[in-house]
């Protein structure tokens, strides 16, 4: 028989491999306040309220908790490249952003306390900084102080994520959607077989899908079959009007071979919206190096929110800090400046062939008050990431 | 922080760009995106801060100097 502290270690197991974070479903407040993980069977034995719950969230059928069954639990792994995937991307993901493997990463930080990185210099920053603010300053004078000495100086930049893998990394994900969308208004209609459930709701999981007018937490498929004669009372027609997908965006743009596929890019956009303007910044700092920096010179100012703060929390005066763009040199760049062109086309103007973001199908979409009002007069509420 | 002249040469420089790209300024807003007070202010009473413009340039693929020349 399966101990309890096997199934736990099973299962923290399984999330982990299908990137979903323990944490954010079992966690509890302790003695300080703080919030802390829990076990999923808190009583230390197998209750059926836990073990319905778990798996509603993975998708599973009993035994596959009860037996932790590692074959069983890689159902989802084997349908969906997506997973496989996305375990590589996030080693990858964090080789470029420390230029450490995730161990040697943690040894460093341990360490030193803070990311080590050899690629972009203070010093060889700090002089190019004042080269492009003696520059401008012909076009924008007084931009460069003479007399001054740079002071608070900071600088970030970003690099692309060497993932050649992207493209089927993002049609994978979209293909994760796709079928939530296609078993959501199947339950509309029809009886989902078992399988299809488990199915339904693993992916609800993954994506984080909730019900865009708050109120009613988790679209599981018990949410949804609660909630349908108010969504067919609203009675939009896209998949958007009703549910939001919290998961966050996991950055593909940040990889080279992003911007190859225009129409994959935009069907990632209708996703995650917000992700163009993310692009944008992201193209900016591939291109040049973000610094911020005070004269030593500076006019002291005062915040005019400071008058309505209490003392204790007021900023006084201070030289604010000023931030521009410097530009990196040929070497730095390399071969990104391929393509980072291609992908700040992506995140041009509309007219410019840029990626369109979605429209929202009607203003009713996003009339939330309304929408919650009817969910909670028929005595629905979100329950534990019910 | 960019003098007052010079950043109101900025400011109507990009009610030019929006008005070359966009159909109205809450479509660029909704676009870029930015707050539409934001879009109003900068254009009406300049944009003062170097990083903003660099970042409007590179979106509408304009030299960062364009939007300190006068017609």
């Known amino acids: 028989m399966t101990t309890i502290n096997t199934i736990q270690k099973f299962i923290e197991a399984v999330m982990d491999r299908y990137s979903i974070p323990y944490g954010v479903f079992f966690s509890e407040y302790n003695s300080d306040d703080q919030l802390v993980k829990r076990k999923v069977f808190p009583q230390g034995k197998i209750d059926d309220y836990n073990l319905n719950r778990i798996c509603r969230i993975l998708g599973f059928d009993q035994d596959v908790i009860l037996n932790a069954d590692k074959d069983k639990a890689n159902i989802w792994f084997n349908k969906y490249p997506y997973f496989r995937l996305m375990l590589q991307y996030r080693t990858t993901n964090y080789y470029a952003e420390y230029g450490t493997s995730p161990a040697e990463g943690r040894l460093l930080s341990a360490i030193f306390g803070k990311k080590f990185c050899k690629k972009y210099l203070d010093e060889d920053i700090k002089q190019r900084l004042l080269e492009t603010l003696k520059r401008y300053d012909s076009v924008i004078p007084h931009l460069y102080h003479p007399d001054a000495t740079i002071e608070r100086f900071m600088h970030s930049e970003q690099d692309f994520v060497p993932f050649d893998q992207v493209e089927l990394l993002v049609q994978s994900f979209v293909q994760l959607v796709e079928r939530h969308k296609e078993l959501f208004f199947k339950i509309w209609h029809l009886d989902l077989t078992k399988e299809e459930i488990n199915e339904y709701n693993f992916l609800t999981t993954v994506l984080d899908a909730e019900d865009l007018a708050k109120a009613g937490g988790y679209l599981y498929h018990h949410k949804v079959l609660e909630l349908l004669p108010i969504f067919k009372k609203e009675g939009f027609e896209k998949y958007e009007s009703y549910v939001k997908i919290c998961k966050g965006d996991f950055k593909p743009w940040k990889c080279p071979r992003f911007a190859d596929n225009f129409d994959l890019a935009q069907q990632y956009i209708n996703i995650f919206p917000r992700a163009k303007e993310n692009i944008r910044e992201f193209c900016m700092q591939i291109r040049n190096i973000h610094c911020g920096y005070t004269w030593s010179d500076d006019e002291y100012v005062i915040d005019e929110d400071d008058a309505w703060t209490p003392e204790e929390f007021r900023i006084g005066p201070h030289q604010p800090l000023k931030f521009i763009y410097v530009p990196k040199t040929e070497a730095e760049l390399g071969d990104d400046l391929t393509f980072v062109e291609k992908l700040s086309c992506l995140a041009a103007p509309p007219a410019q062939g840029g990626l369109v973001l979605p429209q929202i199908e009607s203003p009713q979409v996003m009339s939330f008050m309304p929408r919650m009002m009817d969910r909670v007069s028929a005595g629905i509420k979100k329950g534990e990431n019910d | ?71």
């Open chain 2, 1 to 71: 922080m960019i003098e007052k002249a010079f950043s109101l040469v900025a400011g109507e420089k990009l009610r030019q760009l929006i008005k070359d790209n966009y159909s109205s300024q809450e479509e660029f807003a909704f676009d870029y995106p930015m707050d539409l007070r934001t879009v109003s202010r900068y254009i009406n009473n300049g944009i003062t801060k170097i990083d903003t413009i660099q970042e409007l340039a590179e979106f509408f693929k304009v030299p960062f100097i364009t939007f300190f020349e006068t017609k």
